[in-house]
């Protein structure tokens, strides 16, 4: 088992940045992927930006202006999101996939306002 905590959402105007955090902890030594899912109102849940041990990968509506890293122990994943656009609003959710199981943060909004 794996639990996730999210931190970092909130209220930001156009233009500004917020940086999110997800700590993992529990079963961390079999965790292969971590990313960011966001869910706008009414909308289907999408990819934000993914990390493992070969490869990051970014949506393209956030490329360029959002970084996802990890910090050593590689049991917290973080998202910097510059340049934040209304459009960006949504519920963002932490994803850890570890062994043969995929498990979900508890969500944070992020509301950009213009």
């Known amino acids: 088992q794996v639990q996730l905590v999210e931190s970092g959402g909130g209220l930001v105007t156009a233009g500004g940045s917020l940086r999110l955090s ?11 992927r971590m990313g960011w899912y966001r869910q706008a ?16 990968n970014y949506a393209d509506s956030v490329k360029d202006r959002f970084t996802i890293s990890r910090d050593n122990a590689k ?18 959710y932490c994803l850890v ?6 498990y979900w943060g508890q969500g944070t909004q992020v509301t950009v306002s213009s």
């Not at 997800?22 to 965790?31: D, K, L, P, T, Y």
């Not at 909308?43 to 990051?56: F, G, P, T, W, Y």
């Not at 049991?75 to 963002?92: C, G, I, P, R």
């Open 97 to 102: 996939i570890a062994g043969w199981s995929t």
């Open 41 to 56: 109102l009414g909308k289907q849940r999408e990819l934000v930006a993914a990390i493992n041990s070969e490869s990051i």
């Open 75 to 92: 049991t917290t994943v973080f998202l910097q999101m510059n340049s934040l656009k209304v459009e960006d609003t949504a519920v963002y």
């Open 22 to 32: 997800c700590e993992a902890s529990g079963s961390i030594a079999s965790i292969k």
